[in-house]
């Protein structure tokens, strides 16, 4: 595996960890080992970033895949979360709902969805399971 802080961070420490060997971007397309493996590497250098940074307490990672194809997992350090990676609540700001994928991936709450909605949707999905 390889590491490098991006040039274009929307974060201080902003990071990929990509595998040496090329391999198509879709994480979940690859088998169990590769992605475990990649997986692990980016939990170590989580923990780095979590150890050297100031006032980070936890990373977030993603695994998106469409600027580069080329598997990576990108790192977020989570500035202004403390020292130390215990539980504590930081309410969320609300954002639009996303209808299409816009460039980039977000996990702020919307509004509450419709609960027939919700169970239509779980019904779609273990048809699928």
Do not use: W
Request: glycine share 8%; net charge negative; aromatic share 8%.
């Amino acid at each position: 595996m390889l590491l490098f802080l991006t040039i274009y961070p929307n974060t201080k420490g902003a990071t990929v960890v990509i595998p040496k060997q090329h391999l198509s971007s879709y994480a979940f397309a690859q088998s169990d080992q590769v992605l475990a493996k990649l997986i692990v590497a980016t939990k170590k250098v989580a923990l780095i970033l979590d150890a050297a940074l100031d006032g980070v307490g936890r990373t977030g990672m993603f695994l998106e895949g469409y600027e580069i194809d080329h598997l990576h997992s990108k790192l977020s350090p989570m500035h202004g979360t403390g020292s130390g990676s215990d539980f504590h609540h930081i309410e969320p700001t609300f954002g639009p709902f996303i209808e299409k994928y816009e460039g980039y991936l977000s996990s702020h709450d919307c509004e509450r969805a419709d609960d027939s909605e919700l169970a239509a949707l779980a019904q779609l999905l273990r048809e699928h399971a």
